[in-house]
């Protein structure tokens, strides 16, 4: 059965309307997930609801114990995903207006434009072209800061500037740990240069000429994307914090 009305507008209101794990905010596109299953004997109560965005929510559902591949949410960490996020969301007056709390989020800012400087962000997600070869220097950048937005010490305490950092590690990890970035490989015979398989434009078959394509155009979109959410991050917490 699905959650009563007024336990789903309570949820919704205790997290802000931002997923508990992803932490973006998703506005209506939000679900209330049941915690505990009621086929495992879950109910309809409040502490066994969890607020999630589309895709976690996919996520959470779509685990098959029977082909099992990466790991399945447990209950009990679905349960500290949720507790961890309303906590913080109730906490977010002080969060704004007291200037202790502030300071350590302007620190957090201050780092994270030290580890994503705009050059780097601007160079490698918004002019590179994707169907050009770069060099391998691009993947150890990617790998360091995915693992920089991973830990919970890039997290924001304030819920609105948590959300658009949020959204960016999203937009970062769809575009270089999706389908169309699998497809880069390194460049035959040349040292630290990586990119699509050249091969493909050379070959007589139409479709296999056509899917360079469009996993450069993929690509392409998904980086511009990813440095649109880099840009709106840095404004909207740059003015959220009030930082010259």
Partial sequence: MPF?????EEALVACGRHCCICHRFVGTKIECHHIQTEAEGGDDSLSNCIPLCFDCHADV???????????????????????RW????????????DEERRSVDREL????????????ARGQLKDQCWGQPF????????????????????????PTCEGYRAEFFLAFRKFWLGDDFLQ??????????????????????SKV?????DHMNNLNKQSSEAFDAYETMIREVRRLLIVR
């Fill in 4 to 8: 009563a009305l007024n336990t789903r």
């Fill in 61 to 83: 559902q779509h685990y098959n114990p029977q082909h099992p591949k990466g790991t399945k949410y447990r209950i009990s960490e679905l349960r500290s995903h949720r507790d």
């Fill in 86 to 97: 309303i906590e913080r969301v109730s906490n977010a007056t002080p969060a704004i207006f």
């Fill in 109 to 120: 800012f201050a780092t994270i434009k030290l580890e994503i400087p705009e050059s780097l």
């Fill in 135 to 158: 060099s391998g220097d691009v993947l150890v950048q990617f790998r360091r800061i995915d693992r920089f937005l991973e830990s919970i010490e890039s997290e924001f305490i304030d």
């Fill in 184 to 205: 880069v490989s390194p460049v035959d015979h040349t040292a630290n240069l990586y990119r699509l398989p050249k091969e493909w434009t050379r070959s007589s078959n």
């Fill in 209 to 213: 000429r056509q899917q360079f394509n």
